[in-house]
Nanobody, 123 residues
Framework: QVQLVESGGGLVQAGASLRLSCAAS????????MGWFRQAPGKEREFVTA????????YYADSVKGRFTITRDSAKNTVYLQMRSLKPEDTAVYYC????????????????WGQGTQVTVSS
């Protein structure tokens, strides 16, 4: 079992950058495939990006492709979400999650979740 804690959210202006961190304890993150999801007020949780178990393959929602980057630092047991050129529509609570298998874009396939961190982008 792994415990996940997100940090790095905040209030920024459109066009700014933020880096979210997802620190893990209890088990090495390299034993999981990882993902980031987000949920805006009044909307369902949606897939943002994922990293394969090997750490080689990455996947992105079309809405963030070219602006967001997921990476993993195994030495720090932390996954990062670098967000650039932020837009007001990126405003949401961002969650990191870990899974053993299944689909990278389906939240039901993730086994462990963090508590979330708020990102607010003003126009």
């Amino acid at each position: 079992q792994v415990q996940l804690v997100e940090s790095g959210g905040g209030l920024v202006q459109a066009g700014a950058s933020l880096r979210l961190s997802c620190a893990a304890s209890g088990r090495a993150l390299r034993t999981y495939a990882m993902g980031w999801f987000r949920q805006a007020p009044g909307k369902e949780r949606e897939f943002v990006t994922a990293l394969s178990l090997s750490g080689i393959s990455t996947y992105y929602a079309d809405s963030v492709k070219g602006r967001f980057t997921i990476t993993r630092d195994s030495a720090k047991n932390t996954v990062y979400l670098q967000m650039r050129s932020l837009k007001p529509e990126d405003t949401a609570v961002y969650y990191c999650a870990a899974r053993f298998g299944g689909s990278y874009s389906q939240d039901k396939d993730y086994n462990f979740w963090g508590q979330g961190t708020q990102v607010t982008v003003s126009s």
